[in-house]
């Protein structure tokens, strides 16, 4: 399919033949995904993207949303986008990718009909751009979810970016922060050896009797461990003999201290653009809303303006046809906020009913979708009937 097509056939016609090696992908390191602190503030931004509800529109002349198509193939395609993954796992597995690549990458199994039969995610290292024999387009060569490898038409393939320059067709890199993730691995590391080095060496003894031979000096060694170890058991007190000397040995193996940890973290959250307090849950509302409006909705764009560019037709597109992510009612107020909300909209028939039980996250109820304002709250469809 895709927004670029200009005819039907043109979506199901399969790719026959390429020619070229054409543009590979840029080179990324999964040490993003992996380090802990930028895991977590991945895992963060994933599950507020995640959250969010993914429709199919039309909208009029001025742009405006004209139609809410919550029963089409489209807004269903993305409660249940492939037969392994929910909706939430879809957003989910697309911004963590994003985050950990700055490329996310799915691609629309169309079937052998013209709607959506599917949508899955590319799990990739590499992927690479081709030329089609014969036309003026491309296809992309990827490894689909069974391992197997796949020639999918550019047009039929979404794609987001960060860090995005301009050129070709990948993101950027995450280079900008590989000096703060060495730094905070190298920490770790340090604390972990610190740690292991003191529970290995406890001391050295003396021994004020004649060198012994190399077995007595092992067999003794052995002996004075036991009774070490059978000490830490039962009370941490052991007992030397005359001949013995023990001196207990301070192993300093470097660590970052926590102004230096706390630097280095610093940096990661914001290269992220995410406040730590987003990621522990202890921000207040001013700071949820700042996270929102400056991280999950430009995600949200970005895939709604992809989603878009994949699923529809440029003769769809004119008419009108969009894919839009959109949030939970009021995501990042708080409950003062959503009361102050349901009490100025109580009289005004701004809201439903049901949208004003989303807002204190009851699930609707049925003819709760109609808008009902103070003329003894009837429809607002008849409230001229009542005008004085």
């Known amino acids: 399919m895709g927004f670029f097509s200009t005819f039907i056939s043109s979506f199901k016609r399969p790719v026959a033949a390429v020619v070229g090696m054409g543009s590979d992908s840029k080179p990324w390191t999964a040490a993003v995904g992996d380090q802990k602190t930028c895991a977590a503030i991945m895992d963060c931004t994933a599950t507020h993207t995640a959250k969010g509800k993914v429709l199919h529109v039309v909208l009029d002349e001025t742009d405006r949303i004209r139609q809410i198509n919550r029963t089409s193939a489209y807004t269903r395609l993305f409660e249940k986008p492939n037969p392994m993954m929910s909706g939430?796992?879809?957003?989910?597995a697309m911004s963590w990718q994003l985050d950990e690549k700055n490329t996310a990458l799915a691609w629309v199994d169309w079937g052998e009909g013209t709607k959506p039969k599917a949508i899955w995610p590319v799990y990739y290292n590499q992927y690479r751009l081709k030329k089609i024999v014969g036309e003026n387009a491309w296809a992309m060569e990827l490894t689909t979810i069974d391992g197997m490898p796949r020639l999918v038409r550019l047009e039929d393939v979404i794609i987001l970016r960060q860090h995005y320059r301009g050129e070709g067709i990948s993101g950027g890199n995450n280079r900008p922060i590989y000096d703060a993730i060495t730094?905070?691995?190298?920490?770790?590391?340090?604390?972990?050896?610190?740690i292991q080095g003191a529970n290995r060496l406890h001391g050295y003894v003396k021994l004020k009797n004649a060198m012994l031979a190399p077995q007595s000096t092992k067999n003794n060694n052995k002996t004075l461990n036991d009774r070490i170890k059978e000490a830490a058991e039962n009370g941490g007190i052991f007992q030397l003999d005359a001949t013995e000397d023990f001196t207990a040995v301070a192993v300093n193996t470097w660590a970052a201290s926590s102004a230096q940890m706390k630097d280095v973290q610093g940096n990661l959250y914001d290269y992220f653009r995410t406040p730590k307090e987003v990621v522990n849950g202890t921000a207040n509302e001013q700071t949820m809303q700042n996270y929102y409006e400056g991280?999950?909705?430009?995600?949200?764009?970005?895939?709604?303006?992809?989603?878009?560019a994949a699923l529809f037709t440029k003769r769809e597109y004119e008419m009108g046809n969009r894919i839009i992510v959109s949030s939970p009612a009021a995501t990042a107020a708080s409950w003062a906020t959503r009361m102050n909300i349901l009490n100025y909209t109580r009289e005004t028939g701004d809201l439903t009913t049901n949208e004003r039980?989303?807002?204190m996250g009851y699930p609707p109820v049925e003819g709760g979708d109609k808008r009902q304002i103070s003329l003894n709250y009837v429809s607002n469809k008849n409230q001229e009937n009542y005008q004085t």
């Open 295 to 308: 991280r999950i909705e430009p995600r949200w764009m970005a895939m709604a303006q992809a989603f878009t």
């Open 88 to 92: 939430y796992d879809f957003l989910y």
């Open 357 to 359: 039980r989303e807002l």
């Open 183 to 194: 730094m905070a691995e190298a920490s770790d590391r340090g604390l972990m050896d610190a």
